[in-house]
């Protein structure tokens, strides 16, 4: 089932903030999240295991609220390079499981 | 980092022509790929896990007789669009799943977008 993502699309002023949701109705095992941009592959930015963590990577963060099955992926002080699609992508079992993708959320960060 | 290799980038051809898309991963071994598409504007659809050496598991919808997927060593899988039509104008990208038997991030490959006159 296709994990469900909020907003659809977000238009931001460069250094503003920004969250983005990835809800599913299943149990997950995993949340990886990517950034698209147009006509590139994804890019990898980060997963998040099942166990509520909370992971960095610069001033892109996120969390995974496993009693929820919610994942919140946090972009602060945006700059421009951010701008893209954010998927995100969900397992419900370890190992080499194949990724269901949401169907993502457009960021715009303008300057 | 790992990388994925995925060739060619770009391909332009008529109706009716096969088209084969290779994916390799440069350096790991990958027992699973996977191969999506993904029409524009849209998100990415997963439409067959590779396994090396076994049967690809394609997902439903997907033809397995038009969408002919061969994994024959750990770091080559390709895709061949057989009789291809407009409608399978896409992006279609290949990802490699190292399987150390912990979730790890897909690496995907830089992606093919297929026109088809």
């Known amino acids: 089932q296709q994990p469900v993502q909020s907003p659809q699309a977000v238009i931001l002023r460069e250094g503003e903030d920004a969250v983005i949701n990835c809800s599913s109705s299943?149990?997950?095992?995993?949340v990886h999240w990517y950034r698209q941009k147009h006509g590139e592959a994804p890019v990898f930015l980060m997963i998040?295991?099942?166990?509520?963590e909370q992971k960095g990577h610069e001033k892109i963060s996120a969390s995974f609220n496993e009693k929820k099955q919610q994942s919140s992926l946090y972009l602060t002080a945006s700059q421009l390079s951010y701008s893209g699609t954010y998927f995100c992508?969900?397992?419900?079992?370890?190992?080499?499981?194949?990724?269901?993708f949401g169907k993502g959320t457009k960021l715009t960060v303008n300057p | 980092g790992a990388v994925v290799s995925q060739h060619p980038s770009w391909v332009i051809c008529k109706s009716g022509t096969s088209v084969k898309i290779e994916c390799r991963s440069l350096?790991?071994?990958?027992?699973?790929m996977f191969w999506y598409r993904q029409f524009p504007k849209q998100s990415l659809m997963l439409m067959a896990t590779?396994?090396?050496?076994?049967?690809?598991?394609?997902e439903q919808g997907v033809e397995k007789d038009k969408f002919l997927i061969n994994h024959a060593s750990l770091t080559l899988s390709t895709l061949t669009v057989t009789s291809a039509h407009p409608e399978d104008s896409s992006f279609y990208i290949c990802?490699?799943?190292?399987?150390?038997?912990?979730?790890?991030?897909?690496?995907f490959g830089d992606g093919t977008r297929l026109s088809i006159l």
């Open positions: 998040l295991l099942k166990g509520g």
């Open positions: 299943k149990a997950l095992y995993s």
């Open positions: 590779s396994n090396e050496g076994s049967k690809a598991t394609y």
């Open positions: 990802s490699a799943d190292p399987a150390s038997g912990v979730a790890q991030p897909q690496h």
């Open positions: 992508g969900t397992a419900s079992q370890g190992g080499s499981e194949k990724l269901v």
């Open positions: 350096d790991f071994q990958a027992t699973t």
